[in-house]
């Protein structure tokens, strides 16, 4: 993807129409009486309703690229996908077996010894001058801009896990699908995508609070719902949950868990203490949870219409120069966020069974297994074969949700002299536009 278009579904769907609808009578309605009290424990009923598989899956718009007209770039395109593609939900069994798979596998495998784990910008393209290595993207500053590379790292527990083929690309055409498909939502910082692995944002201010939002008690780190729930919490970042949930199980409402960080990992806060500890002001988390929580519900339709169950996710947003709230980072990525077939998740419940997730969890309970992945100094390498298949997981997801067909990358250019040319162009085009 070489170019600033940003994928994007083409037309809108009623359901879409019908959601920005009920958004803006929502938003209005919470303007108009703003909740004095923040840390009002929300109670929830132990009585829940298990998802259903939906009678018929929505027709997918295939992807038709749009471009920004402000800033002028190398163009972008994105294959689409054949309309058979969707016309059955996917299934646990087109995951494991299916002539796409084997198509992928093999590029994974040419590409076992070109993913890309580190970038070092700021010595290839003017202009960078200044590195932040996070557990997955390098940034980099460019005035008023930030330069966002997602790699392939792969991160858990804290700490990167291993490089997965792939990864930094799906990632970064995720995010910016979603973020096009959520403006009505919330606006969000980016500029452009001048390449597959990269995207360019406004700078602002980002608030140091994660927007951590549940629809079920699951999960396996140490912040996890069912982690805390197991060990008898019943209050968890002003939530009050009822006894009796087993794990895997649907809450009757998404809930909200904030984390921020100390040190070198993530730890839950309630709202209350975001205000006094002056991470956020009761206005701003106001607004920025109620936008997670609205992601989140969009989220979760456009994901069941996907055939899909969106089971919980996180949000980042940052204030712009003229006080506007923005959606950063990334939205609804395998990453970030946990997906199950939805099809299948009501009988495997029913029956004491795992979900057929397509996520990164297997390979979290790989190295729970394998080790301590929160204090052991070195961990052991993760096998090829989770490798691959975390990589094909990944594709799979992206091409589900978004109904394009993931472009596989040339191999003949390095990756790290693809993206140098690619940022050294579009910043050159950004300081002429202006």
Request: hydrophobic share 35%; with cysteine; net charge negative.
């Amino acid at each position: 993807m070489e170019g600033n278009r940003i994928i994007h579904a083409r037309g809108t769907s009623k359901f879409e129409d019908e959601f920005r609808l009920q958004f803006e009578w929502e938003r209005q309605d919470m303007m108009a009486e703003r909740v004095p009290g923040l840390n009002t424990p929300k109670t929830l009923s132990a009585e829940v309703s298990l998802p259903t598989h939906p009678s018929s899956l929505r027709k997918i718009h295939h992807c038709k690229p749009i471009i920004n007209s402000n800033v002028k770039f190398p163009k972008i395109y994105a294959s689409t996908m054949s309309s058979s593609y969707h016309q059955n939900p996917p299934s646990i069994d087109a995951l494991n077996h299916s002539n796409r798979k084997e198509e992928i596998l093999k590029a994974i495998e040419s590409s076992h010894c070109n993913s890309l784990s580190e970038t070092n910008l700021h010595l290839t393209v003017p202009g960078l001058n200044s590195k932040t290595r996070g557990k997955v993207r390098d940034i980099y500053e460019s005035g008023d801009y930030l330069v966002l590379v997602t790699t392939d790292r792969q991160s858990a527990f804290d700490r990167v896990l291993a490089s997965i083929p792939f990864k930094g690309q799906v990632l970064n055409e995720t995010s910016l699908w979603w973020f096009d498909k959520t403006r009505h939502i919330a606006p969000n910082a980016v500029v452009s995508a001048p390449d597959k692995n990269v995207t360019i944002a406004k700078k602002c201010s980002v608030f140091p609070v994660e927007f951590v939002v549940r629809g079920y008690v699951t999960g396996s780190t140490d912040t996890s719902l069912w982690t805390v729930y197991k060990k008898g919490v019943r209050n968890y970042c002003g939530n009050t949950l009822p006894d009796g949930l087993v794990k895997n199980q649907k809450i009757p409402a998404n809930i909200l868990t904030p984390t921020t960080k100390a040190a070198d990992h993530d730890v839950p806060v309630t709202p209350n203490e975001i205000i006094e500890r002056g991470l956020m002001t009761e206005a701003d988390y106001q607004e920025a949870s109620w936008k997670a929580l609205s992601l989140f519900e969009y989220g979760q339709h456009v994901a069941l219409d996907h055939g899909l169950v969106l089971v919980d996710t996180k949000y980042e947003f940052g204030k712009g120069s003229d006080g506007t709230i923005l959606l950063v980072d990334e939205v609804h990525t395998p990453d970030s966020s946990r997906y199950w077939i939805a099809h299948t998740y009501e009988e495997r419940f029913q029956n004491g069974l795992e979900p057929e997730n397509v996520d990164k969890e297997f390979l979290r309970l790989w190295f729970k297994d394998h080790c301590n992945p929160y204090e052991d100094e070195v961990l052991p390498d993760a096998p090829w074969e989770l490798v691959s298949e975390l990589a094909w997981r990944y594709i799979f997801l992206f091409e589900t949700i978004t109904g394009c067909k993931f472009a596989l990358p040339s191999s003949e250019v390095p990756i790290h002299d693809r993206i140098s040319r690619n940022v050294a162009h579009a910043l050159s085009s950004l300081t002429y536009s202006c």
